[in-house]
């Protein structure tokens, strides 16, 4: 009940060239304690199965956030157009976020969102 995130992304070479092998892309919380700079992370905050009468859904969609973390604006710039490059073609980014730095690790990040449809 996940979008295939992971599969997909884990498949396209420039994802792999930048954030490496294994992939240090991560499903909503689960990051390394000592995680190794950049790496990216997608969290559901919503989503829902289609509803029908007298049949069992087929479809489900899936709205996540996906966070790219690194140690300049070139780094994850270059990944987020990595991830949106191999996410496109399955599904769409809503939306374009924020850029910030964070005050404790200082790496930057670059937050974007994405609605999947996901066929059962």
């Excluded at 300049?72 to 987020?80: E, G, L, R, Y």
């Excluded at 996410?87 to 910030?100: F, L, M, S, V």
């Amino acid at each position: 009940m996940m979008a295939p995130v992971f599969e997909v992304c884990s498949k396209n070479d420039s994802v792999i060239a930048l954030l490496g092998s294994p992939l240090r892309l991560y499903p909503f919380a689960n990051i390394p304690q000592k995680v190794i700079y950049p790496y990216a992370r997608w969290q559901n905050y919503g989503g829902s199965a289609e509803q029908y009468l007298g049949n069992l859904p087929d479809v489900d969609t899936f709205s996540f956030q996906m966070d790219v973390f690194g140690p300049s604006a070139a780094v994850v710039t270059n990944i987020a157009k990595a991830l949106r490059d191999a996410i496109e073609p399955h599904a769409y980014i809503t939306r374009w976020g924020d850029q910030t730095r964070d005050d404790e690790t200082m790496s930057l990040r670059y937050s974007f969102d994405v609605d999947w449809i996901v066929l059962r």
